[in-house]
């Protein structure tokens, strides 16, 4: 694997330099090894578009957001004012994520709280990458593959970000099938809301179970996302139906960077 190059900001601020971009790597990027995956993906790709990029490494705290969706007030507003402290402190202006819970979080919840940024989700940069020719990809592997795009419910119908991951994977030259509840429609995987770390209340279907479901009915090769929190619970699915050895999930970075190009 070719060495991916991360800096810390505070190595490039040492050194005189801003970069382009803050990576918020989060807490499932940076300590999932599943998730950690997706983050090398991405950096990978960054380095490949030339996109001058850092992160905070031991300086980055967890955003707040299972805290607050949990009910605790008080423990999100210390979390977040104290990243809010480091960001100001170097002045960070743009942001990019590969969590939805960070996106939503940095984006719509830090404002009221000092800290204002722009913050996009990383199928969004992509995009903007893929629009301004610094990146360029093919579908190699992918091509002609059929392939279904599970909506993070952080990144769709909380802050309507539907066209930026499947106009990414348009790029792939591959067949997209949407599931039955899609884009505003969405179904959650099960992961939100902090669900991710309790046991679920009684019922008779596991949400995983139900949204992986619909996933297969589409008849995909791979299950996409945008969101690490839904990628283990997509793959918690795919492995009760015993589908692994015929269905990969894969976030969308790890898509772009398997393409031909990179």
Request: charge should be negative; aromatic fraction near 8%; proline fraction near 3%.
């Amino acid at each position: 694997m070719k060495k991916i190059e991360i800096h810390t900001f505070s190595e490039l601020i040492a050194q005189g330099k801003t970069p382009e971009i803050l990576f918020w790597v989060g807490c499932a990027g940076s300590f999932d090894e599943r998730a950690k995956k997706i983050t090398k993906a991405f950096a990978n790709i960054l380095n490949q578009a030339n996109v001058s990029f850092a992160v905070l490494g031991s300086e980055e705290g967890c955003t707040g957001d299972p805290a607050k969706r949990a009910g605790n007030e008080f423990l999100f507003q210390m979390q977040a004012l104290s990243n809010i402290e480091v960001l100001n402190g170097y002045n960070v202006k743009k942001i990019v994520t590969t969590c939805p819970h960070c996106f939503n979080t940095l984006k719509n919840e830090y404002p009221e709280l000092g800290g204002d940024y722009q913050v996009m989700h990383h199928t969004q940069f992509l995009k903007s990458l893929l629009n301004e020719g610094r990146l360029t990809v093919s579908g190699g592997a992918f091509k002609g593959k059929r392939i279904t795009f599970h909506d993070p419910c952080y990144l769709g119908r909380a802050n309507n970000v539907y066209e930026a991951p499947r106009q990414v994977l348009e790029k792939l030259d591959v067949e997209l099938s949407e599931m039955k509840s899609c884009k505003q429609k969405g179904l959650c995987c099960g992961a939100g809301g902090a669900q991710m770390f309790k046991d679920a209340e009684p019922g008779d279907k596991e949400i995983n179970i139900k949204r992986t479901e619909e996933a297969l009915d589409t008849k995909p090769d791979i299950i996409a996302s945008g969101c690490p929190f839904c990628n283990t619970m997509l793959t918690d699915g795919i492995k009760n139906k015993n589908e692994e050895d015929n269905v990969q999930v894969l976030d969308i970075a790890e898509l772009i960077n398997q393409a031909s190009d990179l």
